[in-house]
């Protein structure tokens, strides 16, 4: 079965990155985008930027463009978002999520990254 | 204005129906895009319930009931998740989502309340 587990919580200071990872299964990694989004705390969901396994190639939306990375290791199925110079605005939880024609199905079960000085 | 927006909240009874809209911003027709329907419970990550883009070109997400559908209201420009016979096990909060102009856009949410 498709899963897309990630890991766990992370607490940084102001200024610093983040690094999260999604390690998939149950599917040819390569053959969907995937998908981050973040929700902090009783609020909606936003998206950040998708990546394509299969070449490398990503889209970042507007918020998050000069600050977001998103890479990913074939050998281990495993895709990775990067987030620099996080502020307390950027505490929330983190979720991964696999991409297929236009939209999402299969989340990650959410990372909580929280910015605290 | 937001590009998707939905009610932020709705009621109903256990066995009625509750019908949630997502409206397009003016200007964005509905017609073309294909519409994500998403349920999302306190502390669990969101659920995939259907994608509509036409009776068509549908597609139910795995295990989902068929009690949950998916709809267009061109006249509204809006897409509508129906939910026939709620359940308690519906109490949740519910996002709609689009590709629009070479990004994804999520609803404001919904959040239902079965009393």
């Known amino acids: 079965q498709v899963q897309l587990v990630q890991s766990g919580a992370e607490t940084k200071k102001p200024g610093a990155s983040v690094m999260v990872s999604c390690k998939t299964s149950g599917y040819t990694f390569t053959s969907n985008d995937i998908n981050w989004m973040r929700q902090a705390t009783g609020q909606g969901l936003e998206w950040m930027g998708w990546m394509s396994p299969r070449s490398g190639y990503t889209g970042y939306a507007q918020k998050f463009q000069g600050r977001v990375t998103m890479t990913r290791d074939t050998s281990t199925d495993t895709a990775y978002m990067e987030l620099s110079n996080l502020t307390f605005d950027d505490t929330a939880v983190y979720f991964c999520?696999?991409?297929?024609?236009?939209?999402?199905?299969?989340w990650g079960q959410g990372t909580l990254v929280t910015v605290s000085s | 204005q937001a590009v998707l927006t939905q009610p932020a909240s709705l009621s109903a009874s256990p066995g009625a129906s509750a019908s949630l809209t997502c409206t397009l911003r003016?200007?964005?027709?509905?017609?073309?895009?294909?519409i994500y329907w998403y349920q999302q419970k306190p502390g669990s990550p969101p659920r995939f319930l259907l994608r509509?883009?036409?009776?068509?070109?549908?597609?139910?997400g795995s295990g989902v009931p068929s009690r949950f559908s998916g709809s267009k209201d061109a006249s509204a420009n809006a897409g509508i998740l129906l939910i026939s016979g709620l359940q308690s096990e519906d109490e949740a909060d519910y996002y709609c989502?689009?590709?629009?102009?070479?990004?994804?856009?999520f609803g404001t949410g919904t959040k239902v309340t079965v009393l």
């Open positions: 999520a696999r991409g297929i024609n236009r939209g999402c199905d299969f």
């Open positions: 003016s200007g964005i027709n509905v017609g073309p895009y294909i």
């Open positions: 509509y883009q036409s009776d068509s070109d549908k597609q139910q």
């Open positions: 989502l689009i590709w629009h102009n070479g990004a994804y856009v």
